[in-house]
């Protein structure tokens, strides 16, 4: 068996709020109920809530960390055991009433809530920018129709339990030489619910819930970005006994832009310009996802200069204001030039004084010489 420490991801000095954190999330991630598809939850969930037992007990602490799984194990002499029940109760404070122990009767058959359902959607770079209204399609368990949840045949009652008395949970309880071990557990013959079902609904088959597909009109504000989180209330898997809804919550993905980029509210984007325009400067028109705007730049204006567009940029997603927007000037050097735009260029460099020398042409194996010499 893994080490208590390792499996609940805490250090061996750790205070006993933080050994109940730890077992709150780990519970919560590993609950079989909230991960119906992946086999290895149940048996993670077991191992996390033992950890919890024993590390939560002051006394079996000590005695597991002064002689390791044999210090509780009741037949080696170790130590004595007492009532663990208190682990089923932290159990259900983190899932909300998900069942009850000895003094807790009926909030197992309380409302629960449903559970969350999580989704990735890829939107364009502007409609993260400027917020749009999509349409969702989920797949969620929605209350039967047929027998209203009940999960009973629609004119047949259920009856109470008997071997739990309509509690929902059994006592275990072994006489050892040091005490006797008692311990709180799910009553098996009807899985907790305190009631079994004589004729299950033929449209659930006495889940009480079926499956369906729902497509939901979702609100994107402006100006989520990549990796955003957004929460749609009641839109996820419908609750037990008329608890509420679990939650719907969408990962959104964005999309990439083919010429702006984004950093947090801030926009940039490159825009080029002419040789002309750089030395003498111009009025260019300026890219901004709201459409053209013009700028005037100065002379002499170098390449990669940064100029700032104010409010142009990305709205804040709660609507304190927007970003602006950066655009960094690029001067595109003319790749061919006739022969009279070469002689104005060389006009232009002997005025300003600048002694130019054309490059030698050189032959393959003149190149192939200099290379060896």
Do not use: W
Request: hydrophobic share 30%; aromatic share 10%.
């Amino acid at each position: 068996m893994r080490d208590f420490y390792e499996i609940l991801e805490i250090e061996k000095n750790a205070s006993v709020d933080d050994i109940k954190k730890a077992y709150r999330r780990l519970a919560k991630k590993h609950h079989p109920d909230l991960n119906p598809d992946n086999p290895e939850a149940e048996q993670n969930f077991k191992e996390v809530s033992y950890a919890y037992e024993i590390l939560s007990n002051q006394e079996m602490r000590v005695r597991y960390d002064q002689y390791g799984h044999a210090g509780i194990n009741p037949q080696s002499g170790a130590g004595n055991f007492g009532d663990f029940g208190d682990i089923f109760g932290d159990i259900f404070d983190v899932f909300g009433g998900f069942g009850s122990r000895s003094g807790r009767t009926g909030r197992k058959n309380g409302p629960v809530k449903g559970a969350d359902i999580e989704q990735r959607i890829t939107i364009e770079f502007e409609e993260a920018v400027f917020g749009i209204e999509k349409q969702v399609q989920v797949r969620r368990y929605e209350t039967c129709p047929t027998c209203e949840g009940t999960g009973a045949k629609p004119g047949t009652d259920k009856k109470t339990c008997s071997k739990c008395n309509g509690s929902g949970e059994v006592r275990y309880a072994q006489q050892t030489p040091f005490g006797q071990f008692v311990q709180v557990g799910v009553c098996d013959e009807c899985q907790g619910t305190g009631e079994i079902i004589e004729e299950h609904c033929e449209t659930c088959h006495g889940e009480g819930k079926v499956i369906k597909t729902k497509k939901i009109d979702v609100k994107i504000p402006a100006g989520v970005d990549n990796g955003s989180i957004m929460s749609v209330r009641g839109e996820g898997h419908s609750g037990q006994r008329g608890g509420q809804s679990g939650d719907l919550y969408l990962y959104i993905s964005v999309k990439e832009h083919s010429i702006f980029t984004r950093e947090e509210l801030n926009l940039f984007v490159d825009v080029p310009i002419t040789y002309t325009q750089a030395i003498l400067g111009s009025v260019i028109e300026v890219p901004t996802l709201e459409g053209v705007e013009k700028y005037e730049i100065p002379e002499g204006t170098d390449s990669h200069t940064v100029f700032k567009l104010k409010h142009k940029g990305v709205p804040n997603v709660r609507g304190l204001g927007k970003g602006d927007l950066f655009f960094v000037v690029k001067v595109i050097i003319p790749k061919n030039i006739n022969e009279k735009q070469k002689e104005q260029l060389l006009s232009y460099a002997e005025s300003m004084g600048e002694k130019y020398k054309a490059p030698e042409k050189k032959g393959f194996f003149k190149k192939v010489k200099d290379a060896f010499n």
